[in-house]
């Protein structure tokens, strides 16, 4: 066992685990944070996405000797009270079906908003083309990344 001290939703958190530990299991095993889920375990379905340092990684297969430094955020620490646009617009819209792959789609959408804060249809089905979900709400996941560009975006003429 190795002792890590990790950057977690802003707090730091010491947790003493092998170093091949994978980062979900770290979360979700040691953290109790299990809002991030494990699904294939390979990386391919998206259902386990947290950001590093704002970038979207498969923590299913991020050792968490890997870590390093970098800001771990998940979905937990997306907005605490939940009022980030994408929960937001998921609620609104209820996006979800089973919800299982929700909290991946959730922070995959959440980079790409924080990258491009207006993206086109053909541009978020590049970004959210890795995440998959076995209840096919594809198109309702779309409708809510474009509710919650239009809850960000101030109203026209509003002082």
């Known amino acids: 066992m190795t002792k890590y001290t990790l950057d977690i939703n ?18 979700r095993d040691t953290l109790d944070l299990v809002g991030t889920k494990f699904a294939c375990g390979v ?8 950001h590093l340092d704002g970038v979207p990684a498969r923590s299913c297969t991020t050792p968490v000797s890997t870590v390093g430094r970098k800001r771990v955020t998940t979905i937990e620490g997306l907005d605490a009270k939940t009022s980030h646009p994408l929960q937001q617009a998921w609620q609104e819209l209820d996006v979800p079906q089973c ?16 990258e ?3 993206p086109s249809d053909e541009e978020i089905e590049a970004a959210m083309a ?6 096919g709400t594809y198109t309702r996941i779309k409708a809510g990344i474009h509710h919650a560009v239009a809850l960000a975006t101030p109203a026209k003429g509003r002082k």
């Open 10 to 27: 802003g707090a730091s958190r010491t947790v003493d685990v092998a170093p091949d530990t994978p980062l979900l299991w770290v979360l």
């Open 43 to 50: 990386g391919q379905c998206g259902s386990c996405t947290v």
């Open 99 to 114: 919800g299982y792959c929700q909290s991946g789609q959730i922070m995959t959408a959440a980079a790409l908003l924080k």
């Open 116 to 118: 491009n804060p207006n």
């Open 130 to 135: 890795g995440n998959l979900c076995r209840c």
